[in-house]
């Protein structure tokens, strides 16, 4: 498990094979659409798909509160994160973090998946 010096992030990383679970969800695809489910939950928010398969309708609504939570705890407000969440490359970049938590678990600093300038 990474050391983290600083206190403030002891509680994370005892959560962190929740997180990893969570993160290895949201970054594989859905076994009916085959889209990944973490870009299923932000079209979901952005409302920018009208249609969504069963499964990635639950997952969206199950995840809506925490995604509200994340942003809220950074101070974006709800247009913001409307308007993000339908950036594509803001959107690949977020993806790239998830399945960074998904190898390599919470550390800090965060670990990508990829390189962001690549995605």
């Known amino acids: 498990m990474a050391k983290i010096l600083d206190s403030n992030h002891s ?4 959560f962190n094979p929740l997180w990893k679970s ?8 859905c076994e009916k659409c085959g889209k990944e489910r973490l870009l ?3 079209d979901f928010y952005s409302s920018s798909q009208r249609f969504f398969c069963e499964s990635c309708l ?7 509160p925490l995604i509200r939570l994340i942003f809220f705890s ?3 407000d709800n247009t913001t994160i409307k308007q993000l969440t339908k950036d594509s490359l803001i959107r690949k ?3 790239s973090v998830v ?3 998904t190898n390599f678990g919470i550390r800090y600093p965060q670990p990508t ?6 995605v």
């Open 11 to 14: 509680l994370t990383l005892s």
């Open 22 to 29: 969570l993160a290895r969800y949201l970054a594989s695809k």
């Open 40 to 42: 299923s939950v932000f």
């Open 58 to 64: 639950l997952a969206s609504t199950a995840l809506m």
């Open 74 to 76: 950074l101070g974006v």
């Open 93 to 95: 970049c977020m993806l």
């Open 99 to 101: 399945k960074g938590i």
């Open 113 to 118: 998946g990829a390189p962001i300038t690549i």
